[in-house]
């Protein structure tokens, strides 16, 4: 039975790997445990009730916002109609707080578009649909 000031270290390995702990590591993970300062708290999950609706107007900057929170914090992957959008598409900016930002909206920009937030105790994702008027 694990107590809130318990720890348990469980090591899986596939095939002959050995597995090495750092004793200054594990010792400071259970000096912060212990002290109540806990740095993680679970996976991400949806802050507030997002639109799932956005309009853009032609020719003008938008903004989409992953509404979420978490954890340690998630990373942000942006996906336009299945394809991901990398740092190659010059008017589209994914900042660190895990907004879309495009600029000189086209008419090709409408479409659905997904905010998929990970951390290392799961995943999210939420949807928009983009109309450009």
Same mark, same amino acid.
């Given at each position: 039975?694990?107590? &809130?000031?318990?720890?348990?270290?469980?090591?899986?390995?596939?095939?002959?790997?050995?597995?090495?702990?750092?004793?200054?590591?594990?010792? *400071?993970?259970? *000096?912060?445990?212990?002290?109540?300062?806990?740095?993680?708290?679970?996976?991400?999950?949806?802050?507030?009730?997002?639109?799932?609706?956005?309009?853009?107007?032609?020719?003008?900057?938008?903004?989409?916002?992953?509404?979420?929170?978490?954890?340690?914090?998630? *990373?942000?992957?942006?996906?336009?109609?299945?394809?991901?959008?990398?740092?190659?598409?010059?008017?589209?900016?994914?900042?660190? &707080?895990?907004?879309?930002?495009?600029?000189?909206?086209?008419?090709? &920009?409408?479409?659905?578009?997904?905010?998929?937030? =990970?951390?290392?105790?799961?995943?999210?994702?939420?949807?928009? =649909?983009?109309?450009? *008027?």
């Amino acid at each position: 039975m694990l107590t &809130d000031v318990s720890l348990l270290f469980v090591c899986v390995t596939d095939g002959p790997a050995m597995a090495v702990v750092k004793w200054p590591v594990l010792q *400071l993970l259970l *000096l912060l445990h212990v002290a109540g300062l806990s740095w993680a708290s679970g996976p991400p999950k949806v802050s507030g009730k997002p639109h799932q609706r956005h309009v853009a107007k032609l020719g003008k900057n938008t903004k989409l916002v992953c509404p979420v929170e978490a954890d340690p914090p998630p *990373l942000t992957q942006w996906k336009k109609d299945g394809e991901t959008i990398h740092t190659g598409w010059l008017r589209f900016k994914v900042t660190q &707080d895990g907004q879309l930002r495009i600029r000189n909206v086209h008419m090709a &920009d409408a479409g659905l578009y997904v905010c998929r937030a =990970t951390n290392g105790f799961g995943s999210i994702s939420v949807n928009y =649909t983009v109309v450009v *008027l």
